[in-house]
């Protein structure tokens, strides 16, 4: 027997088994109080209630599908819809797919619908007059089919589905003559979660993105798929406690059974031995991975190396000859080549802008190619590239740490390395730091001296404080004790002879290569290359006047500039901007200094600014220096107003007028700034580069400057003016106003620009307190709120520490005590008030701080742990931090008496409690305040869980970044102790009710977010919300939020309807007058009349759309603010098809007046928020109300009120792209409104600042001009053309790296070929052709697939079909091998899962496991009960997507490819033809249109792409080695002559 064959036969008995128990919870279907009973002997008549009971089930079930039929176009409700009905639709879909697999799904369909007709008759039984159960899924099974008619492999992914689906549905029918009222109840929820799964399905299709991952994962794959096919398994298990002896005897296995299967595994494991050997093999790799990571202290989980880091060296390299010097040079060859004293350790030095980096790119290449030779010798290169420029607060132990893992992990790639470093350090290493791994792994480690592998280290960017000091002088050392270590390496900087002096005790020298000294040739080749880009320089009428030109720039910028390439770049620049300056451009050539420039700017700006303007530049410099991010202009205005809070006593502090911060920056009138990826930053200087020639303050915290010369006294002033009132007319004197100006000069001695390094980090924590203990205004919530709730802790730290926040290390401090003594003084003060007043504790530790702008979602709805939290709540770091203040004397200064300062001075073991006291109690008594939101009760009681966990010692339980698991005993455990907390507030009946209401809508919003262990097992569930909901009424029977928590929970429609009803009629009575004056009040009440209008939807009644508007209507009449019942209430009725309806209700939004100047309207806000992230689902239902009324009108006022009410400014810039491309979609699908359209998406260039958005501002228009462009004359062409033009100039712009834009590349390299510049196509790829050329010669497999895969690409919009296969076969047979790895690896985790599954025979025995644990290879098909669907390995190889059905292949064949779309829209030949012909849609990813340029790749053997031997390229029926195919492409497309 094979083994196919026996897979089969194991599965067919093993069908026979029970199923395992399994908990009954979370989806029941909530009947009333009464006790529902059955028999096991049969069943009992249906009393008249039941019926009625059942019926308003079913009937929410039913109006749900009529729903559906909204969601699929051109689908209509049935009522007399059967099984041939379809199954006939199926035949259609079919056989218009021309789909003969799916012979196989149409059988499982036919059984299906089989099953449904007999388990509906069960439920009918009773009701037959009342409902068609089965004609209701009938209907829901047939819009899923028509709603995905056009995905091939639509048949096999629903086969799958629905044989799973079966596996709960065909038990049912055992029971026909045995069914009670609860079983039928068991049988209609089963009926109604097959039609969720339904209608889930269907929104599937809708979702941005996920289309693919359907047909990636197929339906099975998907999570909540999962979740509703669990809700199925645990109502079995209800069905089955509640007919165990039945399902006893139809179920039965005996121990001879469990023999047999055991006997048929046994043979099975034989046959796969070999197999199983490999696969264990691949696991103990894994293992010894997952060794290594927790050994070097990689903080992450998991069995994966990973990936080098972010390839910046590559787009360093130049695609000119440079660095070839290298090769030649004697001291490099030593190094890579030689063995011995002085061959270990080689540093390149130059100064800024010497281009170390771009020769350390070359030298990281070719040793890479070294390394992939067919030598005897093996090496291997690991490399860090060190970038100073960016806010890093990491200390420089930290960084060396993240250093040391990136290279060891580097080095790890190689197997051998791998085995022998994890060999030599055994189980030794608990804690050892980086250098001792090292030593025992590396320097010292035997088995790597007898591997004949060498072992280079690249380490670019040694900064003149030294970072790696903690990491590199213990490792260079030891290098230098073991001459036979095979580790060699290399290092670049600025002054490196100084550094490695220090490395021996002689400070004996080693090689240092002077880049300066030997670049010459290649500063010229840049410069010429440069210059013969230049177009003044290109077409002269006399060519020799040009070519004298160029030799003059030449000669000039070699001999003035110093090979640095940071002038010659700038001094080209603007030779290129303004030729007519050519000479003085030269002349200043070798003059200019960004450092010079910047100190001339601040002297410029110290002569000229006031006093007041200088303050204001002196806190941009300090945020800048000190922030813990780079902040956008808006929200660094934000930051500055928080001075005037540290300066000013009064809790609401006046702010200063300031002028726009983007407006003054732009304009050049600081001088010093600018703005670079939208933040604010130092113009031409880095922070450390800047730190370096700003003056500082002198260390009293004044503004006189100790390292200025140019301070001026009073004295010399009046000496220079006595000489110039003698010499000068006073007439003369006056008009050149020399008395002003020497009045500014002596003003330079009280206020200049500088920085204040003994002070900053202190002055900055003092504006997070400000921000936080006073009063905010609008312009500081927020972005600037959330800086100072989450990096306050940092500057503290940092105010006393000599390193970033993380460094643990409490005992190097000192630096507090230097700083200004007013300055400590105010932040003791603050710091006090932060832990004490209501205010202040809220903003920093409660709901203020999370800033919810939804009554609906709190921030932690996903189980999230602040930041802040680990440090203040979790940790013992924040009470640290405040000992150390509170014991300083100018701090504690104002504050001494106070009992929490004394308590937290001495360091008492109560301080934790002590310090958050006060917060317990106020956000505690906040948790029973009448208008307090879901939202801040959610926050307030995580706060409180975590602070008990701190207090009982189980902190430790909450994994990183993420709140521990929540049981209803922990939930229990809490409320008793925080009640002991409460202990005198005196807990009337109105308290205890508002306490048990609020634990009831905390109980309802953490059901659906537990994670699936806890949901498995203690749980919450939705019953004990509804318990908690009616015991608060019991004590209160007029507690409305008690109410509306089990208004949520209950099934019935009818009775959810009648418990909202009650509470809007206590809400909107005489006794809420007062209530309803609050605006937030008034919000709440809109929520539950918008939750009542939803509820409406589910009735059966046909008024029931009447309804659903009056309370929709009489929710807007109440606030008129946006809830996000406003998208829903559009969705329920673009479901039903209600489009005037729609209209109405638009209306009534449109004709909501402004609550406040400058806010967002109702109707706009509608808008905004529904096309956030891209989403399309508003829009469309817009547009099809729009095309069903024939009326376009109020979508376009919609879009253009939103526009106009959302400015485009940094505060927004996502939304108001995502507003603005919505808005011109939607006008190119409106008649006689493309034009118009097109210029609204044009608009999109104007965040062209941000090169993310500029990206996809291109994506956006590109594949919309160059087909116009193609297929117009020259003449009409010629404005797309412009256009494309001036986007370029904006992409040229903005990216300094062209390798790393890939759509943006391609979409102008189409642009170029079909404008037949062929020139300036070649120009554009070479950068990125060069990387992922390069990208298949280096050591690293795992970038082949991509490198292949985007070279295929670039071939595709070249029309280069040849090369586009012969790329692409080859990212095939990469992608097999990735892809059976990764499928190896799922399999495995799946039959870990489910090792040693134990089954029960009749008697309660328990039966050996299946296979022994000992064996390793799990039983397999008792996965299929876990849970945890089986891997398939055609979900691992598919490479690409048809855009319309979904079909996915996993090698090109019978496919069309789009060339005016990046090569990234592949349609199946049915999907094309239908497409062309106007019959299908793709999806929305990607605009493609039938004007776009494909073509076509014919049906191939998979096996033909599959038989090229490694290393080879397949072009045409030509095999030829890779080398030889990449020295071809670069020829045909780098090659500029060519």
């Known amino acids: 027997?094979?083994?196919?064959?026996?897979?089969?036969?194991?599965?067919?008995?093993?069908?026979?088994?029970?199923?395992?128990?399994?908990?009954?919870?979370?989806?029941?279907?909530?009947?009333?109080?009464?006790?529902?009973?059955?028999?096991?002997?049969?069943?009992?008549?249906?009393?008249?209630?039941?019926?009625?009971?059942?019926?308003?089930?079913?009937?929410?079930?039913?109006?749900?599908?009529?729903?559906?039929?909204?969601?699929?176009?051109?689908?209509?409700?049935?009522?007399?819809?059967?099984?041939?009905?379809?199954?006939?639709?199926?035949?259609?879909?079919?056989?218009?797919?021309?789909?003969?697999?799916?012979?196989?799904?149409?059988?499982?369909?036919?059984?299906?619908l089989n099953c449904i007709q007999i388990v509906g008759g069960l439920v009918a039984d009773a009701a037959s007059n009342v409902f068609g159960a089965a004609n209701a899924c009938f209907n829901a099974l047939n819009f899923v089919i028509q709603a995905y008619q056009n995905y091939q492999g639509i048949f096999q992914s629903l086969e799958g589905l629905l044989e799973k689906c079966l596996q709960f549905l065909q038990r049912l029918s055992f029971y026909e003559n045995k069914m009670d009222s609860t079983l039928r109840k068991v049988v209609c929820s089963h009926l109604a979660l097959f039609v969720e799964i339904c209608e889930y399905i269907i929104s599937l299709r809708g979702k941005r993105n996920r289309v693919k991952a359907f047909v990636k994962t197929t339906f099975l794959g998907d999570s909540h798929v999962q979740e509703l096919l669990e809700n199925m398994k645990n109502l079995n298990e209800h069905e089955h406690g509640i007919v165990n002896a039945q399902t006893f005897n139809q179920v039965k296995i005996t121990g001879e059974v469990v023999k047999s299967v055991n006997q048929k595994f046994d043979l099975f494991a034989g046959f796969q031995k070999e197999e199983r050997a490999e696969q264990k093999a691949e696991k103990e790799q894994r293992k010894l991975v997952a060794k290594f990571l927790t050994i070097v202290g990689y903080d992450r989980d998991g069995d994966e190396l990973p990936r080098e880091p972010t390839r910046t060296w590559q787009s360093s390299i130049s695609l000119l000859p440079m660095g070839d010097w290298i090769k030649d040079n004697a001291q490099f060859r030593k190094w890579a080549d030689g063995n011995g004293p002085g061959s270990y350790i080689l540093g390149l030095e130059g100064g800024t802008g010497s281009g170390k980096t771009a020769l350390a790119a070359g030298i990281i290449k070719l040793l890479q190619r070294r390394g992939t030779g067919d030598t005897k010798s093996r090496s291997s290169v690991a490399y860090y590239i060190y970038k100073a420029d960016y806010k890093n607060t990491d200390s420089d132990d930290q960084i060396a740490n993240i250093v040391s893992r990136s290279l060891l992990c580097q080095l790890a790639n190689d197997t051998a390395?791998?085995?022998?470093?994890?060999?030599?350090?055994?189980?030794?290493?608990?804690?050892w730091d980086q250098s001792d791994l090292w030593t025992e792994m590396v320097l010292e480690n035997k088995d790597l001296t007898t591997m004949s592998s060498t072992y280079f280290l690249v380490i670019d960017g040694l900064a003149e404080d030294d970072q790696f000091k903690p990491f590199l002088l213990p490792l260079l050392r030891r290098l230098m004790q073991n001459p036979t270590c095979p580790v060699k390496v290399l290092l670049t900087g600025k002054r490196l002879s100084s550094f490695l002096g220090l490395i021996t005790d002689n400070g004996a020298a080693f090689p240092v290569?002077?880049?300066?000294?030997?670049?010459?040739?290649?500063?010229?080749?840049?410069?010429?290359?440069?210059?013969d880009q230049m177009d003044f320089l290109k077409n002269q009428e006399k060519p020799e006047v040009a070519e004298r030109v160029k030799k003059t720039i030449l000669e000039t910028l070699q001999r003035t500039t110093d090979g640095n390439y940071t002038k010659i770049k700038q001094a080209l620049d603007k030779i290129n901007d303004s030729p007519e300056q050519l000479s003085q451009i030269l002349q200043e050539a070798g003059t200019a200094d960004a450092s010079q420039d910047f100190e001339k700017n601040i002297e410029r700006l110290n002569h000229t600014m006031t006093p007041n303007s200088i303050t204001y530049i002196n806190e941009v410099i300090l945020w800048i220096l000190k922030g813990r991010a780079w902040f956008q202009p808006h929200v660094l205005e934000g930051a500055l107003k928080l001075k005037d809070r540290v300066d000013c006593d009064d809790e609401r502090p006046p702010e200063s007028s300031l002028s726009l911060l983007r407006h003054i920056i732009v304009t050049d009138k600081y001088l010093i700034f600018d703005i670079n990826e939208g933040s604010v930053k130092f113009k031409t200087l880095s922070v450390s580069e800047a730190e370096k020639k700003l003056p500082n303050t002198n260390t009293s915290g004044s503004s006189t400057s100790l390292n200025s010369t140019s301070n001026i006294d009073r004295a010399e002033v009046d000496i220079v003016r006595h000489y110039l009132t003698t010499v000068c007319p006073s007439y003369l004197y006056a008009k050149l106003g020399f008395d002003a100006f020497f009045e500014a000069k002596r003003s330079r001695n009280a206020h200049y620009v500088c920085q204040d390094p003994d002070n900053g980090e202190l002055l900055i924590a003092l504006r997070c307190l400000a921000c936080l203990v006073k009063q905010r205004s609008v312009k500081i919530e927020g972005e600037v709120h959330g800086y100072a709730v989450g990096s306050l802790y940092s500057h503290l730290y940092s105010a006393e520490f000599d390193s970033a926040e993380g460094d643990t290390d409490f005992e190097r401090g000192g630096r507090l005590t230097s700083a200004n003594y007013e300055y400590r003084r105010k932040a003791g003060v603050l710091l006090l008030k932060l832990f004490t007043e209501e205010y202040a504790i809220k903003s920093f530790l409660g709901p203020l701080s999370f800033f919810d702008e939804n009554e609906h979602e709190s921030s932690l709805a996903g189980l999230v742990v602040p930041s802040h939290w680990s440090e203040w709540i979790l940790s013992d770091n924040g009470i640290k931090v405040l000992q150390i203040f509170f014991r300083d004397r100018?701090?504690?200064?104002?504050?001494?008496?106070?009992?929490?300062?004394?308590?937290?001075?001495?360091?008492?073991?109560?301080?934790?409690?002590?310090?958050?006291?006060?917060?317990?109690?106020?956000l505690g008594t906040r948790l029973l305040e009448e208008n307090a939101s879901n939202a801040e009760v959610e926050n307030i009681f995580f706060f409180l869980l975590a602070v008990r966990a701190k207090l009982d010692g189980s902190a430790e339980k909450f994994p990183e970044g993420y709140l521990c698991d929540i049981d209803l005993e922990r939930l229990q455990q809490l409320e008793s102790w925080f009640r002991g907390k409460l202990g005198d507030l005196r807990f009337d009946d109105v308290l205890e009710s508002t306490w048990e209401a609020r634990f009831a809508s905390l109980v309802h919003r953490l059901a659906p977010i537990q994670t699936k262990s806890l949901r498995k097992g203690?749980?919450?569930?939705?019953?004990?919300?509804?318990?908690?909901?009616?015991?608060?009424?019991?004590?209160?029977?007029?507690?409305?939020?008690?109410?509306?928590?089990?208004?949520?929970?209950?099934?019935?429609?009818?009775?959810?309807?009648?418990?909202?009803?009650?509470?809007?009629?206590?809400?909107?009575?005489?006794?809420?007058?007062?209530?309803?004056?609050?605006?937030?009040?008034?919000?709440?009440?809109?929520?539950?009349?918008?939750?009542?209008?939803?509820?409406?939807?589910?009735?059966?009644?046909?008024?029931?759309?009447?309804?659903?508007?009056?309370?929709?209507?009489?929710?807007?009449?109440?606030?008129?603010?946006?809830?996000?019942?406003?998208?829903?209430?559009?969705?329920?009725?673009?479901?039903?098809?209600?489009?005037?309806?729609?209209?109405?209700?638009?209306?009534?939004?449109?004709?909501?007046?402004?609550?406040?100047?400058?806010?967002?309207?109702?109707?706009?806000?509608?808008?905004?928020?529904?096309?956030?992230?891209?989403?399309?689902?508003?829009?469309?239902?817009?547009?099809?109300?729009?095309?069903?009324?024939?009326?376009?009108?109020l979508l376009n006022h919609l879009f253009k009120l939103a526009m106009a009410q959302l400015p485009v400014d940094d505060n927004n810039p996502m939304t108001a792209y995502w507003l603005r491309r919505m808005y011109g979609r939607v006008l190119m699908k409106e008649p006689n409104r493309e034009s118009e359209g097109l210029e609204v998406l044009w608009g999109l260039t104007k965040l062209s600042q941000y090169s993310w958005l500029l990206e996809m501002t291109i994506e956006e228009l590109m594949p919309i001009y160059t087909p116009r462009i193609r297929k117009a004359s020259p003449e009409s062409a010629q404005p797309y053309a412009s256009k494309v033009e001036d986007l370029y100039k904006l992409f040229t712009a903005a990216s300094s790296d062209m390798a790393s834009s890939k759509i943006p590349v391609l979409y102008f390299a189409r642009y170029f070929l079909v404008s037949e510049d062929l020139s300036r196509a070649k120009e554009v790829v070479q950068k990125m052709l060069t990387v992922y050329l390069d990208m298949l010669s280096d050591d690293d497999p795992s970038n082949d697939y991509w490198a292949f895969w985007v070279l295929g690409e670039l071939f595709a919009v070249s029309r280069d079909k040849i090369n586009t296969v012969a790329a692409w076969d080859a990212a095939v047979a990469v992608n097999k091998g990735n892809g059976e790895k990764a499928f190896q690896k799922a399999l495995d985790d799946w039959a870990d899962k489910s090792k040693n599954k134990v089954i029960s025979n009749p008697e309660g025995d328990t039966a050996k496991s299946v296979v022994s644990a000992e064996d390793g290879q799990a039983e397999r098909e008792a996965g299929e009960d876990s849970g945890s669907e089986k891997p398939k390995l055609e979900d691992y190889l598919g490479i690409i997507w048809c855009g319309s059905c979904g079909l996915r292949w996993n090698h090109l064949s019978d496919v069309w490819v789009c060339m005016d779309n990046y090569a990234n829209v592949h349609l199946h030949d049915k999907c094309y033809q239908a497409f062309m012909r106007g019959e299908t849609l793709?999806?929305?990813?990607?605009?493609?249109?039938?004007?776009?340029?494909?073509?076509?790749?014919?049906?191939?053997?998979?096996?033909?792409?599959?038989?090229?031997?490694?290393?080879?390229?397949?072009?045409?029926e030509e095999e030829i080695t890779l080398e030889e195919w990449k020295d071809r492409i670069r020829k045909q497309y780098l090659d500029l002559s060519s």
């Open 890 to 922: 100018a701090v504690s200064d104002n504050i001494k008496d106070a009992a929490m300062v004394k308590e937290i001075a001495k360091s008492g073991a109560d301080a934790f409690e002590v310090l958050f006291e006060p917060a317990i109690k106020v």
């Open 417 to 431: 390395f791998l085995k022998s470093a994890v060999a030599a350090v055994g189980d030794k290493s608990k804690g």
């Open 513 to 531: 290569i002077q880049i300066s000294r030997a670049n010459s040739d290649d500063v010229k080749l840049f410069i010429k290359d440069r210059l």
């Open 1482 to 1516: 793709l999806d929305n990813n990607h605009y493609c249109i039938t004007d776009h340029e494909f073509f076509y790749i014919e049906e191939r053997d998979i096996e033909k792409v599959f038989s090229v031997p490694v290393g080879y390229v397949r072009i045409g």
């Open 1 to 112: 027997m094979n083994s196919f064959a026996l897979s089969l036969s194991l599965s067919l008995s093993l069908s026979a088994k029970p199923q395992p128990p399994l908990q009954y919870h979370n989806r029941q279907f909530v009947m009333g109080n009464e006790s529902l009973q059955s028999t096991a002997q049969g069943h009992t008549l249906w009393s008249g209630e039941e019926e009625d009971e059942l019926r308003q089930i079913w009937q929410g079930v039913v109006s749900r599908v009529h729903s559906m039929a909204g969601n699929v176009e051109g689908a209509n409700f049935d009522p007399n819809l059967d099984i041939n009905g379809v199954l006939e639709l199926v035949n259609r879909t079919r056989a218009a797919g021309k789909e003969s697999s799916s012979s196989g799904a149409v059988g499982v369909i036919h059984k299906t």
């Open 1018 to 1193: 203690r749980g919450i569930k939705l019953s004990d919300a509804e318990a908690r909901a009616r015991k608060a009424l019991e004590i209160n029977p007029t507690n409305w939020r008690a109410s509306y928590t089990l208004a949520q929970v209950v099934a019935l429609p009818s009775q959810s309807i009648q418990i909202l009803e009650s509470v809007v009629s206590l809400l909107s009575g005489p006794d809420y007058k007062g209530w309803r004056e609050e605006q937030g009040n008034r919000m709440r009440l809109a929520e539950v009349l918008f939750t009542l209008g939803e509820r409406c939807f589910a009735l059966s009644e046909p008024d029931r759309f009447e309804k659903a508007t009056d309370a929709y209507f009489r929710g807007l009449d109440i606030d008129k603010t946006y809830h996000p019942g406003y998208l829903k209430a559009v969705s329920l009725y673009a479901g039903e098809k209600l489009w005037t309806r729609i209209v109405d209700f638009l209306d009534r939004l449109v004709n909501s007046n402004l609550t406040a100047k400058g806010s967002i309207s109702p109707g706009a806000r509608l808008i905004i928020e529904g096309v956030k992230d891209g989403d399309e689902v508003l829009s469309q239902q817009l547009i099809n109300t729009a095309k069903n009324l024939g009326n376009w009108d």
